[in-house]
């Protein structure tokens, strides 16, 4: 082998260990997430002779709502800091002892994680002049479990001890157009759920990946140069 020659095969073999280590990202494919009420919450709609349905696309079962989880943004680290997802629950409430009759639109859940903690966002309509509203702070979360951040192709956490607002208490009172009876069944509900998500991600090439597939293809035109000329 010509000196020439060796000094090509050592500045390629030194490119490729001097090539910097990447932290392995991920892109989002997809994902579903379960909305599943608590028994307190649960007991209070069927006190009330409320019904629940699905709307936009998610499906509503035994006091669960499912949806589609549309985007999972990470920071730097993998870590999950945000969900979103589609579709959401119409509650409608008729005329009896609790209320004056009425409905709520509960959709597009954004879940703002932080730590062990997660504030939940909706967009939220409804009768009785409850004006719609997007990205309205519906619910404050204490706990945080399962995973949290994306280390492989599947992700599963869970998003516990939903407390409602204030401010979304006073939107379920106005939509659903409820009597002093009915507000005082919901205000003995403690907690309104569980939120659920899995998702599945694929890992995306690390850049020193696309420098080696660079120096590959120039070695391999190299190659095919020197023959050609010979």
Known sequence: M????????????AAVVA????????????GSGVLAFDSGLIGALGAGGTVVSA????????????S??????LNGSNTVTE??????????????FAGNGGNVTIKNLDVVISGSTAN????ISGANGLATQTH?????????????AVTGTTFSSKVDNLYITAAGKAALIQGLGLTAIGQGVLAGVSTYGTLSTN?????????????????????VGFVARRRAAK
Do not use: C, H
């Open 120 to 123: 939940v966002y909706a967009d």
């Open 199 to 219: 998702a599945v991600f694929a890992p995306v090439p690390e850049p020193s990946t696309y420098a080696l597939m660079g120096l590959g293809l120039a070695a």
């Open 55 to 66: 709307v936009d696309g998610a499906t509503y079962a035994s006091g669960s709502v499912t």
């Open 83 to 96: 969900v979103f997802s589609s579709g959401g629950a119409l509650q409608t409430a008729p005329v009896n």
């Open 19 to 30: 090539a910097p280590a990447f932290a392995q990202s991920y892109s989002f494919v997809s």
């Open 136 to 148: 309205f702070l519906m619910w404050t979360a204490t706990s945080v479990s399962g995973d949290t």
């Open 2 to 13: 010509k000196f020439s020659q060796v000094l090509k095969s050592a500045a390629l073999a």
């Open 68 to 73: 589609t989880v549309t985007g999972i943004t």
